[in-house]
């Protein structure tokens, strides 16, 4: 037979015809052996573990290759509503256990690598994490896209692929130092590039003005210095159900005319080196938590994640439909995660009047009924806001098209509210008086048919605050949607031992319908599951206890008998974890001052990482270091307590960290934290919780009760009203224990030969500005440890309560979030995919 090319009609054919891959051991060994040893090219005397954990990932991969494509044309054939989830963080942390859960592979994979003669914990813990996000809002984002891959929604995730993630922490006598996080080194098995569906993306330039051949106006923006947005895609499977949903990340590179042009002017050496300016887009993620920091190259992202998922929408929507885009927003959403990427609202406008011809009422529907804003912070100072100079150089169309919608929303303020000069300028898009600033909150708001908060608490206080006025303007487009946590990762994977055990005692039902988990409370009485129960959480401290001894290459002689009391979040002053420190130093003064009768044995364990530019948050954390040093070696404190600062907090770390917690810290000043979500994924895997009344710690509460949770502290209205009159001064002279505190910090105990370095710390909580009211919630918050100890000493209560957080914990799925995101937002039906 003679070579035959594919013939053009019908390669797809051709290809598909693919024999399905077998889940079962034998096929999983033989595919494993053949990547390791022909695709990998490594036999027995290669040492590294990296490549068996790739030969694994790569036999793994295949298998969901072969159910994406049949998700894919599931989708294309029902040509069903679709969402797209904006976002520029993915915090999607490790791939492979996930990936061989979803698949129900987890036994097949055991005993093919057991045959082998390897550890698969190993091989797993090879795997570097995908940073690519600061904490709670890209973990959110992954946590939902693994929920609407398992409800079956037709989800795709759109972000960025930085080249580099969240730093890496480490800590350099008792201070943060960030290493670059190159995570991408040994390349990601994971990704597909897929170059034909690049975009092009533009940059600067100026705009022009003509009529076209109908006698409209048209604007051109012209003379532009462009760049290409080249899509990786990374599957998304949903649990043993034959799904695969599409995370799509963008890297920026050179367009071909960046080197022609300076070819042409015999720069050939510095035209190339220009493609760095391009390259650089997507080199690395801002790691700033919930602060605003106005960066060039943080908008150029912005703008380039909102334009090229756009196209990209927009090309297959032609593809499909051709110019008629009548029924386009019936088919299409985007919610926005956070204002990162509500430039989408404007790019949205500027392609289809610009690029596909609508006229601007067409448009401004069309965008008003597929754009929905999701908020995630109530901190003033994370609200951003652009320089309208800086928008007018970069992206000048952009501009033009905000202040128009401005001008006409304006227009209709003035409507409602004749002659409220103060309204107008209070709700403008833009922000007078000074440079002007595009308000993109505001812009988000106004172009979108949703806004949402993540816990009822936030969205009450966004309602009644920061969005008041628009509130007033449109109280139908606000709404809640609480939080969530995917039970996959964040119980089956990261906790087999307790899945089993849960699984055993109620049924499998309960990782695809958490409410099920409520079951587990018919069971509290029965002795035989609660020793088991408890038996589960001291393996998972012993475990944890191998990890920090690995992480911090010490040997703490850690004792799974103490409490384990864990505070890991970012370090952000509004979380206060100079409470917690404040709490610590005062068990460590009744230990060296004899007060001890009764003690319950502590180790409290904090982490998290610093903005590298808040100098504050890395004060904190030098201070929890240097007080760590000084209990943890003094041979007066022993096991009575124990202060450890685990560095590099991250998704991985996480994981072995929420199995082997007993209590879980969620102290943060009330009416600040938006919702957390740590808070769910301790609860999930039996800790309790101490916390105030903040963020998604209300519903958690509602949900256990108050018998089975700790709460301290003043209400948000509390701390509010307190404000006028807040004298942390008077506090610490009334009291005893604080007095005895300040007078340890002040006399440098913990700094002797650092003079000075916790001035700041001891100015900012004595002082009557003190936005975090610390010293007003200390006493509440003492009193609510000494009920944690009593009930940690009654071993048959607390394994009670445990039981009684986890098996309340299913309103915290993100299966239940992201079906209210679709049953009242979004509206997408699901498609079942033969599996
Ligand atoms: C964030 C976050 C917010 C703003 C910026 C960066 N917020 C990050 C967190 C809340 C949590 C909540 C999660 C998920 O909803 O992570 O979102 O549980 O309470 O703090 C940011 C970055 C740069 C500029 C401006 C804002």
Redesign the pocket.
Known sequence: MPLRRFKKSQPIATITALPALSLDKKGIEGDFKRYYGHRLGRDENCRSLHYGYEALSLAVSDRLTERWKKTYNAYKDTDCKRACYLSMEFLMGRTLSNAMLNLGVNDAVAQAMYNLGLDLEELIDAEPDAGLG?????R?AACFIDSCATLQLPVTGYGLRYEYGMFSQIVVDGEQVEEPDHWLRNGNVWEIERLEYKQRIKFGGHTESHIDEKGNRRICWVDTHDVFAVPFDTPIPGYQNGTVNTLRLWKATATDEFDLQGFNAGDYAEAVAEKNTAENITMVL?P??????GKTLRLRQQYLLASASLQDVLACWVGRHGKDFSKFAEKNCFQLN?T?PSIAVAELMRLLIDNHGLVWDEAWSITKNTMAYTN??LLPE?L?RWSVNLFKQMLPRLMEIIFEINARFLAEVSTRWPGDKDRIARMSLIEEGGEQLVRMAYLAIVGSYSVNG?AELHSKLLQQGLFNDFYQLWPEKFNNKT?GVTPRRWLAACNPELAELITKTIGVGWLTDLSLLKKLELHVDDKAFCERWLEVQQGAKQKLTAFITKELDVDLNLNVDALFDVQVKRIHEYKRQLLNVLHVIHLYDRIKRGDTANWTNRCVIIGGKAAPGYHMAKKIIKLINNVANVINHDADVGDKLKLIFLPNYRVSAMEKICPGADLSEQISTAGK?????GNMKFMMNGALTIGTLD?ANVEIREEVGDDNFFLFGLTEEQVESLRNHYDPVAIINQDDDLQRIMNLLQGEHFNQFEPGIFDAIIGAMKSPHDPWVTIADFRSFVDAQKRVEAAYQDKDRWTKMSIINCANSGKFSTDRTISEYNNELWKLTPVSVAK
């Open positions: 600061n904490g709670g809002l890209g959110l801002y700033n938590d919930a602060n605003e920091n956070d990162h995630h912070t994370a951003e993540v939080n934290e938006a919702s957390g979500t963020g």
